[in-house]
């Protein structure tokens, strides 16, 4: 489970979304990735649900860690509320609280196992 309040020490931002608001188109330039506090946010691709990210999830990492534009939009799919972090604040954390970047690295190992389970 993430420790929110590690989120906010670094200079996290909470952010609110209505159902149906993009959060980020696919193709935007990656600025911030976003931890789910309540909510829950449709991660789609040309027309394909990838995924629904509910409270605790992280989702906008890939892009911020290879600082390519978006692969995919995050739209709410419920009024949701996130925690934002910018580049330089994720940087941070993962120094700070190494937990946080195995929570991240098993997040991106699951998806990898989950699309190679759907080949």
Known sequence: MLDYSSLVGVGATAHSFDAGEK??????????????RSGRIQI????????????????GEMALIDEAPRSA???????TEVLE??????????????EFALHLMAVLAKRIRRMNESL
């Open 23 to 36: 959060v980020f188109k696919q193709d935007d330039p990656a600025v911030h990735l976003y931890v789910v």
């Open 44 to 59: 789609v691709t040309y027309g394909t649900v990838l995924e629904n990210v509910g409270p605790g999830g992280v989702f």
């Open 73 to 79: 939009a995050a739209i709410a799919i419920e009024p």
């Open 85 to 98: 972090l910018s580049r330089a604040q994720f940087l941070a954390l993962i120094q700070e609280t190494p």
